[in-house]
């Protein structure tokens, strides 16, 4: 016989940690209400978003830990200190190392609002039932939380998973937008992998992105590329062409016009003749 306490614990396990489906869907209605997106792109972004989280508490985990790290957010000379706790400050560093240039930027600045909002909210007496509502955000953060302690040992701080979720949620709002536009452009209401792939590879910062984390879209195709030598030779043939169809169409023309004319002309005779006839007729009965 089970007890309770065991049936808690087999229930906990078997709740997913790094399921972002429901809110991936969520952040599509603020981006693109009119759009539905399709299961196969929304278990792609997912997949997505649980390699970004695991590649940034990585690299936050080295900051933490007291190695030696040089990157963006520190200087050559200086040395991370010895600490074994994870803070948003680490998820911060971890930010400017691994995304790249205003993608970065705009992913540490939703990170701080959120971050601030979180605190203001917690030295406030007004009841709030979820901390993502504190934050204004609509990733969970609990969620988050779960993916930190699971791939992390040591403590973590307070904003440390309000931090993270926000930057998600911000890259997640980024590619969907993206993708939605793909779609619209290609007069479609639904996201498709093929769009997913559009989006991506046309946008160099987040085609760094996905190259740094080892993401590759399936069943997205190829980008549509024509070789520079071939286009260079284009113009020539394009005027080839446009002189066979202009000599083409002449010939066309003047055909016709003759057919029209000898017509006309063959219809003028038969009616003079006619007239002559009738009035020979009307002289011989005179």
Request: hydrophobic share 35%; proline share 2%.
């Amino acid at each position: 016989m089970k007890t309770r306490s065991a049936t808690k614990n087999s229930k906990n396990k078997s709740k997913p940690t790094g399921n972002f489906d429901r809110y991936i869907k969520l952040v599509l209605g603020q981006v693109h209400p009119d759009l539905k997106i399709s299961e196969n792109v929304k278990s792609q972004i997912n997949f997505f978003l649980n390699l970004l989280a695991l590649k940034l508490i990585e690299e936050a985990k080295t900051l933490a830990n007291g190695n030696i790290y040089v990157g963006k957010g520190l200087s050559k000379n200086s040395k991370s200190i010895q600490r074994k706790t994870i803070n948003a400050r680490e998820i911060q560093l971890a930010v400017r190392n691994i995304i790249p240039d205003e993608l970065a930027k705009h992913a540490v600045s939703e990170g701080t609002k959120a971050l601030t909002r979180k605190m203001s909210a917690d030295g406030s007496s007004v009841n709030v039932s979820k901390m993502s509502r504190m934050a204004g955000i609509l990733f969970p953060i609990a969620r988050v939380e779960n993916i930190i302690r699971d791939n992390y040992k040591g403590r973590i701080g307070a904003g440390t998973a309000v931090y993270l979720a926000a930057v998600l949620e911000y890259i997640s709002a980024e590619i969907l937008e993206l993708t939605g536009n793909a779609t619209v452009d290609n007069k479609e209401k639904t996201l498709k992998s093929r769009y997913l792939m559009l989006a991506i590879k046309n946008d160099e910062e987040l085609k760094k992105l996905a190259q740094t984390i080892d993401w590759d879209i399936l069943g997205g195709g190829i980008i549509p590329n024509i070789h520079s030598e071939v286009l260079k030779s284009i113009p020539s043939l394009r005027r080839r062409h446009a002189l066979k169809y202009k000599s083409r169409v002449s010939t066309r023309t003047s055909r016709s016009s003759k057919k029209i004319r000898s017509r006309r002309g063959r219809k003028i005779r038969s009616r003079t003749r006619s007239r002559t006839r009738r009035v020979r007729k009307r002289t011989r009965k005179n």
